[in-house]
Nanobody, 122 residues
């Protein structure tokens, strides 16, 4: 089992920045691909970003390219999502995800965190 705990959500004005963190525990973290999804009110949960176990393969959903950056720190068993130039449409609950397989972490990961709310509003 892998346990994932997100933090760093909150209220931010349009154009602002937030950094989300996801701390992992349980099974070996360093060999897992990790990712972020989000779910806006009344909508389905959708993919945002993913990073493979070595950090040299990264993939973003088109609407966040150039604004969001995913990274990992294996020494701390933690991944991050740096979100810049936030827009109202980025408002959602953000979920951390993990899976041994990179492709799976982008479409159907085995492990999920509980989510953290991000609200972009003036």
């Amino acid at each position: 089992q892998v346990q994932l705990v997100e933090s760093g959500g909150g209220l931010v004005q349009p154009g602002g920045s937030l950094r989300l963190s996801c701390a992992a525990s349980g099974r070996t973290f360093s060999g897992a691909s990790m990712g972020w999804f989000r779910q806006a009110p009344g909508k389905e949960r959708v993919f945002v970003a993913a990073i493979n176990w070595s950090g040299d393969r990264i993939y973003y959903e088109d609407s966040v390219k150039g604004r969001f950056t995913i990274s990992r720190n294996d020494a701390k068993d933690t991944i991050y999502l740096q979100m810049n130039d936030l827009k109202r449409e980025d408002t959602a609950v953000y979920y951390c995800a993990a899976d041994p397989i990179f492709l799976s972490v982008t479409i159907g990961p085995n492990y999920w965190g509980q989510g953290t709310q991000v609200t972009v509003s003036s």
